[in-house]
């Protein structure tokens, strides 16, 4: 079975501080790998997603994130965040095949102070 | 742009009474999905479809839960007799064929509330 551990539920940052958000997976097999983002009073957003290849991905908005294959890690980064990134981030991890459902993390909710 | 569509998006009720949503996904998709959300939680995966065809349930989805894709468009979600637990985020997402995992659409979803 598949599972997203997302170490930090809440983050609290200034306005252009750098962003590092963890997300550790469990799977036996070929994954693909996402983060979306809910903004406030909207539904979740595709951020970035990796299939294959190059390990690092690059998102919408200047997100970015590396799959580490032997830490089963997928973290979102951002270099300097703005006010509107305040939003919660979900990590979520689909098989390669076979079934596509998706398995979430709990999420981490960011709040950017200006 | 024409994203997924869900119907209503707050639904109260009492407990014991059935509920149905609807969901609408983007044209072109031939794949979707139900997922639950509940609060300080992420979506948890509920049933999908392919097309028509129900391709696979999960065990959270009770006898009371029942989805139906009847021309492979929309998606109808009904909990029978709801309990108080039932109460939560329900989310219908859509995605196109292709291999592996495609990026999955979701709309905003619809809040039940059970008194």
């Known amino acids: 079975a598949q599972s997203v551990s997302q170490h930090n539920h809440h983050v609290i940052l200034s306005e252009a501080a750098s962003l590092e958000l963890g997300c550790n997976y469990s799977y036996g097999g070929t994954v693909n790998l996402f983060w979306y983002v809910q903004y406030p009073g909207q539904h979740l957003q595709l951020l970035l997603k990796y299939f294959s290849g190059d390990p690092l991905v690059k998102g919408i908005k200047g997100f970015e994130a590396e799959f580490i294959k032997s830490k089963f890690s997928f973290n979102l980064r951002k270099p300097s965040v703005q006010w509107s990134d305040t939003a919660e981030y979900f990590c979520?991890?689909?098989?390669?095949?076979?079934?596509?459902?998706?398995?979430f993390g709990t999420g981490t909710r960011l709040t950017i102070i200006p | 742009d024409t994203g997924v569509s869900q119907d209503p998006r707050h639904k109260i009720t009492k407990r014991g009474q059935n509920v149905t949503f609807r969901c609408d996904p983007i044209s072109e998709h031939n794949r979707l999905y139900w997922y639950r959300q509940t609060l300080g939680q992420g979506p948890e995966f509920l049933t999908y479809?392919?097309?028509?065809?129900?391709?696979?349930k999960s065990r959270l989805l009770s006898d009371r839960f029942s989805a139906e894709r009847p021309k492979g468009s929309f998606s109808t979600l009904e909990i029978q007799r709801t309990e108080q637990g039932d109460s939560a985020m329900y989310l219908c997402a859509s995605s196109s064929a292709g291999a592996g995992n495609q990026p999955q659409h979701f709309g905003d979803g619809t809040r039940l509330s059970i008194l």
């Open positions: 979520a991890v689909g098989a390669n095949f076979g079934n596509e459902k998706l398995t």
């Open positions: 479809f392919q097309n028509e065809a129900q391709l696979e």
